[in-house]
């Protein structure tokens, strides 16, 4: 069961656009969203975060929106540049019985960005 | 600023061997978390320690234990290996403290077995 959901496998856009990528999960224990970025063979690196108290969080180039009601999350990135081109993962986050947090991860959206 | 450091960050291994990977949180970090990612798949996550105690398991084989040690670092040990368990393996970890603290990612290390 895919508690969270990336179903587009890939996108492609011009440079200077906008990309945007989406996000649906499941599971209404999550509470933190996460984005990360990936490039082959090197370990995911943090991009940006939202907390369920909040709908928006903007950090330069990049936002992402969050629909509590939908269970659904966007990463907006404005605008666009051919080094954005990578593998891009969100990730929610909850509280495990044992008292731990874990990361469930989706199973990524590769973008590129033409130039 | 330093990061979460994994080795090695490539290894071969025959099936049927034994592999342990080593990782180093952030220093100050207090939990870590391994993950599994396979070939085109997302990753998957193992196990994770908080103080030198297990916290959580996910699927994590039989064939694979996990320590967290005194200095915050942590081992995977994997038995048995299967041509199967060939994956980047990645490492992870945050400061406890708050919820929502950001988990930070090593650079992975690469598995294979033939």
């Known amino acids: 069961d895919q508690q969270v959901k990336q179903n587009s496998p890939s996108l492609s856009v011009q440079e200077g656009r906008i990309s945007i990528l989406n996000c649906d999960y499941t599971?209404?224990?999550?509470?933190?969203f996460l984005w990360y970025k990936k490039y082959p063979a090197e370990g995911p690196t943090f991009l940006i975060s939202i907390s369920s108290i909040k709908d928006k969080n903007e950090d330069g180039r990049f936002t992402v929106f969050l629909n509590k009601s939908a269970k659904h999350l966007s990463l907006h990135i404005v605008p666009s540049q051919p080094g954005d081109s990578a593998v891009y993962f969100c990730?929610?986050?909850?509280?495990?019985?044992?008292?731990?947090?874990?990361?469930?991860f989706g199973k990524g959206t590769k973008l590129t960005v033409n130039p | 600023a330093a990061g979460v450091i994994q080795s090695p960050r490539h290894l071969i291994k025959e099936k049927r061997e034994t592999a342990t990977l080593k990782c180093y949180p952030i220093p100050r970090h207090d939990t870590v978390y391994w993950y599994q990612q396979g070939p085109g798949q997302d990753p998957q996550f193992l196990i994770s320690f908080y103080e030198k105690m297990q916290s959580d398991k996910g699927s994590i084989p039989d064939r694979f234990s996990a320590q967290q040690f005194s200095d915050y670092h942590s081992e995977l040990n994997m038995s048995s290996l299967e041509l199967g368990d060939s994956a980047l393996y990645f490492c992870?970890?945050?400061?406890?403290?708050?919820?929502?603290?950001?988990?930070?990612f090593g650079e992975g290390s690469w598995l294979t077995v033939v």
């Open positions: 599971n209404s224990m999550f509470d933190y």
């Open positions: 990730a929610a986050s909850a509280y495990s019985q044992g008292g731990s947090e874990k990361l469930v």
């Open positions: 992870a970890s945050k400061l406890r403290g708050y919820f929502g603290n950001t988990i930070y």
